[in-house]
């Protein structure tokens, strides 16, 4: 059996990495192999696809050159096994060692940018030149408009980059969910980009006037002992449920139960990280939630305030706070904007829509 699409991983199972997966399995069903570095021992998601481990490739001992060759070699006898004709690489500097040898084969290689690789590998002159290689990929594909700008900006061909969201389910109708409490959700990796302790803290301020006001936190990484550290300094434990890092199941489900979803992701000050466009917010969207989130990156191109949430600046914890006050006193408003996120996904952001775009620009 023939399998036209490879996609590589930098590695399988990661759980805020649902993106991929559904590349794997649905973008072309049975007809596409894997290529990863390393299986997750922690899997928060399986593939059915042939693949390739290439932590599992049987290198020389010695030689560094052997090595390369080596690892060239096995790349290329699977690619050539399957069939393959066309490649897609996740994220734009751990694919271009992947890049250079399927490039040499001649199979159409297009690669995905994502977030930290169009943000904070920018800050390193080393890796803006190294980018300028993809001006011979056969494409790249970028999650907003935002990132695509800071691609060309970089000197990579405009018309290579094409603009295609991450694609999520949408369910077929809007049903507002009312209760006594008011349920917020947060899910995010508790990293300095996601700034979680911004949102704990407005939604403290928040519950000071909203005394019926909850908050489900999903999520974990090297900010969650800070986070939890904080919850019970503060005797929020009542109003806030850490859950640490959940399936995707886990997140679908809280978001039924949920009457807004909460981000505040920022610029990380240290190394220079930004998001892309997170998906966690389009998943919001797309089961009806108002969003309540900071001007950041491609935020605004998903979220118009107003419209289907509101967004603050970055940082004003204030305002997210007050926004969060607003949505806690007017249900009427939490309905319309919910309303309007689930529009606003089915008609920009749904999966079918993203598996139309790159099966098109990919050709397959």
């Known amino acids: 059996m023939a399998y036209p699409l490879a996609i590589f991983t930098p590695r ?3 759980y805020s990495e649902t993106f991929i997966h559904k590349h794997i399995e649905r973008l072309l069903p049975g007809q596409t192999v894997v290529l990863s570095h390393v299986i997750r021992k922690a899997k928060f998601w399986e593939t059915s696809c042939p693949a390739l481990i290439l932590s599992e490739i049987s290198l020389p001992r010695f030689g560094k050159k052997r ?3 080596a690892f060239s070699q096995a790349i290329r006898q699977f690619l050539t096994f399957h069939g393959v004709e066309v490649m897609m690489g996740e994220f734009l500097d751990v694919s271009l060692p992947i890049f250079e040898i399927v490039r040499d084969m001649g199979i159409p290689f297009y690669v995905h940018s994502h977030g930290y690789d169009i943000s904070e590998r920018l800050e390193d002159p080393n890796w803006r030149k190294a980018y300028l290689a993809y001006n011979g990929a056969a494409g790249i594909i970028t999650v907003s408009k935002f990132s695509k700008n800071r691609l060309i900006d970089i000197g990579l061909v405009p018309d290579l980059i094409k603009v295609v ?3 999520i389910d949408v369910s077929d109708s809007y049903c507002q969910r009312t209760s006594e409490t008011v349920y917020c959700l947060a899910v995010g990796r508790m990293v300095p980009k996601k700034s979680p302790l911004i949102t704990i803290r407005a939604f403290e301020k928040a519950s000071l006037e909203c005394p019926n006001l909850h908050l489900d936190f999903i999520g974990d990484g090297m900010l969650f002992s800070a986070v ?10 009542d109003k806030i449920t850490l859950h640490g890092s959940q399936t995707n199941n886990f997140v679908l489900d809280m978001m039924q139960r949920s009457q807004m979803f909460l981000q505040h992701s920022i610029t990380d000050p240290q190394t220079g990280n930004e998001e892309g466009l997170p998906v966690a917010i389009l998943e919001a969207m797309a089961n009806g939630l108002p969003i309540v989130a900071s ?4 935020i605004p191109e998903a979220v118009i305030s107003g419209v289907n949430g509101y967004l603050v ?7 997210m706070a007050q926004c969060i006050i607003d ?11 919910g309303r309007n996120s689930w529009l606003r996904a089915k008609e920009n952001f749904s999966w079918e829509a993203e598996r139309r775009q790159l099966i098109k620009i990919m050709d397959l």
């Open 12 to 14: 399988i199972g990661a």
């Open 67 to 69: 090595k390369i060759a």
């Open 165 to 167: 969201p991450c694609g």
């Open 228 to 237: 939890e550290d904080y919850v019970e300094q503060n005797q929020l434990s």
């Open 295 to 298: 001007k950041h990156a491609g």
């Open 313 to 319: 600046n970055e940082g004003d914890e204030n305002s």
């Open 327 to 337: 949505l806690y006193n007017d249900s009427a408003m939490r309905g319309k904007l």
